[in-house]
T-cell receptor, first 115, second 109 residues
Framework: GAVVSQHPSRVICKSGTSVKIECRSLDFQATTMFWYRQFPKQSLMLMATSNEGSKATYEQGVEKDKFLINHASLTLSTLTVTSAHPEDSSFYIC???????????FGPGTRLTVT | EDQVTQSPEALRLQEGESSSLNCSYTVSGLRGLFWYRQDPGKGPEFLFTLYSAGEEKEKERLKATLTKKESFLHITAPKPEDSATYLCAVQPPDYKLSFGAGTTVTVRA
């Protein structure tokens, strides 16, 4: 149980284009989803928190107009990196919680490379 | 501000050589302390949640303990498949996780 998927697992895009990453909870309803980014040999940094049907809450220093988050249903959240630049290249990981326990279940991550 | 410090940064062990990883933390109201395992290029895999000082949890060769200031992850008689980065995270009442930088464990056969 508690499986979270992400798609795509890897994406390469050109500078200036936008890319969408999907995060799905496969066997539970995710009341809250979280988006993290991880640079090589560094730990996970929380970018934003999203609750189904409401606007995402962004952490300090994260540009909400650049990283668009939509949590349209209890099983799906999307992160769109708009006008991507090489410095946005990173490992993006989502997690989800069912609201009944404190555990966050993580997806397998998406490796974004901007050329 | 919540802070999590993990030590050592890297740990090289011989198969069967037991050791411990440390996670020191400061948090405004601890809801839970989490341990995750992360393999290269993968998302974190949940291992344990500890909620109160004195609590211990075990899973196979891993045992996690918690005090008011730190947590330890003990690896008993490790095998090469235990090689991974182990992440510690604290959760205050707002449910957000603050992660440490991790300890990368390499177990040689």
């Amino acid at each position: 149980g508690a499986v979270v998927s992400q798609h795509p697992s890897r994406v390469i895009c050109k500078s200036g284009t936008s890319v969408k990453i999907e995060c799905r909870s496969l066997d539970f309803q995710a009341t809250t989803m979280f988006w993290y980014r991880q640079f090589p040999k560094q730990s996970l940094m929380l970018m934003a928190t999203s609750n189904e049907g409401s606007k995402a809450t962004y952490e300090q220093g994260v540009e909400k107009d650049k990283f668009l988050i939509n949590h349209a249903s209890l099983t799906l959240s999307t992160l769109t990196v708009t006008s991507a630049h090489p410095e946005d290249s990173s490992f993006y990981i989502c997690s989800a919680t069912d609201g009944f326990s404190y555990e966050q279940y993580f997806g397998p991550g998406t490796r974004l490379t901007v050329t | 501000e919540d802070q999590v410090t993990q030590s050592p940064e890297a740990l090289r062990l011989q198969e069967g050589e037991s050791s411990s990883l440390n996670c020191s933390y400061t948090v405004s109201g601890l809801r839970g302390l989490f341990w995750y395992r992360q393999d290269p290029g993968k998302g974190p895999e949940f291992l344990f949640t500890l909620y109160s000082a004195g609590e211990e949890k075990e899973k196979e060769r891993l045992k996690a303990t918690l005090t008011k200031k730190e947590s330890f992850l003990h690896i008993t008689a490790p095998k090469p498949e235990d090689s991974a980065t182990y992440l510690c995270a604290v959760q205050p009442p707002d449910y957000k996780l603050s992660f440490g930088a991790g300890t990368t464990v390499t177990v040689r056969a």
